[in-house]
Nanobody, 121 residues
Framework: QVQLVESGGGLVQAGGSLRLSCAASGSIGSIGSINTMGWYRQVPGKERELVATITIPGRINYADSVKGRFTISRDNAKSMVWLQMNSLKPEDTAVYYC????????????WGQGTQVTVSS
């Protein structure tokens, strides 16, 4: 089993910045050498949506709504991923979830517990 723990959420004014962190722990050795870590977000009444993902070996994908404002990065040795969020807008308000996907004969997917990000106007 792998656990993902997020941190860094909070309340910020529009135009401000926050940095989310996610650390993987547990059976780290079971994580395939090719894997994807990323961030998704969800607001009440809506489906969870992709924010950004980063894959070993280094392919990055962003939602159009965050391109140019958010930056995803990872440290493979520490099994951590970060999301730097700049120029935040009220519409970025959501619960942000860390995600890990890897394949080892079958597909494994893990989610963190979520961290609230609230952007006030």
């Amino acid at each position: 089993q792998v656990q993902l723990v997020e941190s860094g959420g909070g309340l910020v004014q529009a135009g401000g910045s926050l940095r989310l962190s996610c650390a993987a722990s547990g059976s780290i050795g079971s994580i395939g050498s090719i894997n994807t870590m990323g961030w998704y977000r969800q607001v009440p009444g809506k489906e969870r949506e992709l924010v950004a993902t980063i894959t070993i070996p280094g392919r990055i994908n962003y939602a159009d709504s965050v391109k140019g404002r958010f930056t995803i990065s990872r440290d493979n040795a520490k099994s951590m991923v970060w999301l730097q969020m700049n120029s935040l807008k009220p519409e970025d308000t959501a619960v942000y979830y860390c995600n890990l996907v890897f394949y080892r004969a079958v597909r494994y997917e893990y989610w963190g517990q979520g961290t609230q990000v609230t952007v006030s106007s």
